[in-house]
């Protein structure tokens, strides 16, 4: 069993920068494939970010490149998320997601990914 905790959200100014936080207990995210999603009002979950466990390749959504970048501590066994440049489409819930069966290979896929945590609001003022 895995358990994920999201934090750092909250509200910022258009062009303003958050870093938000996955901290994971029950695996170690270092032998686990790390994807962040986000929800905005009345859509879809989409993907966002996703890092692989093996290698450290990085996949991100043609919305956040340039923008946007995963990372992880394996010390700390928490993942980040570091948003730059934030602009109000950016606002959304955004949720951490551990891949413990595929290695990422299926990044972008919502189903490929077995353990969510409780989602932290980010909000973009214009």
């Known amino acids: 069993q895995v358990q994920l905790v999201e934090s750092g959200g909250g509200l910022v100014q258009a062009g303003g920068s958050l870093r938000l936080s996955c901290a994971a207990s029950?695996?170690?995210?270092?032998?686990?494939?790390m994807g962040w999603f986000r929800q905005a009002p009345g859509k879809g979950r989409e993907f966002v970010a996703a890092m692989r466990w093996t290698g450290g390749r990085t996949d991100y959504a043609d919305s956040v490149k340039g923008r946007f970048t995963i990372s992880r501590d394996n010390a700390k066994n928490t993942v980040y998320l570091q948003m730059n440049k934030l602009k109000p489409e950016d606002t959304a819930v955004y949720y951490c997601?551990?891949?413990?069966?595929?290695?990422?290979?299926?990044?972008?896929?919502?189903?490929?990914?077995?353990?969510w945590g409780q989602g932290t609001q980010v909000t973009v003022s214009s």
């Open positions: 997601a551990a891949d413990t069966r595929y290695g990422g290979i299926y990044y972008s896929s919502i189903d490929r990914y077995d353990y």
């Open positions: 029950g695996r170690t995210i270092s032998r686990t494939a």
